[in-house]
């Protein structure tokens, strides 16, 4: 079972910059694709960015690209998302998940909510204008 925490969230102004973290505990982490979702109350959860096992594929919602990097530290058991130039759209709460399933080198990272098991219980991110 796969055990997700995420950290760094915060109040921030418009500009600025957050990094978040997600630690993974249980499984085998390096083999996992992980994911950052966001949530907004009343509003579909949305792909952020996603990153493969080894970190060196990734995914990004077109909305978020050029303002946030996702990474990962495969000793630390940890995934990162670096967002800058915040706006106060970026408002919301930022989950991590993992993508458990059995991946070759050709799959690609999903954005799916569906293809990720494991959650983590989020951290609120608010922008103010």
């Known amino acids: 079972q796969v055990q997700l925490v995420e950290s760094g969230g915060g109040l921030v102004q418009t500009g600025g910059s957050l990094r978040l973290s997600c630690v993974a505990s249980?499984?085998?982490?390096?083999?996992?694709?992980m994911a950052w979702f966001r949530q907004v109350p009343e509003l579909e959860g949305e792909f952020v960015a996603g990153?493969?096992?080894?970190?060196?594929?990734?995914a990004y919602s077109d909305s978020m690209k050029g303002r946030f990097v996702i990474s990962r530290d495969n000793a630390k058991r940890t995934v990162y998302l670096q967002m800058n130039s915040l706006i106060p759209e970026d408002t919301a709460v930022y989950y991590c998940?993992?993508?458990?399933?059995?991946?070759?080198?050709?799959?690609?990272?999903?954005?799916?909510?569906?293809?990720?098991?494991?959650w983590g219980q989020g951290t609120q991110v608010t922008v103010s204008s």
């Open positions: 998940a993992a993508d458990t399933r059995l991946h070759t080198p050709a799959t690609v990272v999903s954005p799916l909510p569906s293809d990720y098991y494991n």
């Open positions: 249980g499984g085998t982490f390096n083999d996992y694709y």
């Open positions: 990153i493969n096992g080894g970190g060196d594929r990734t």
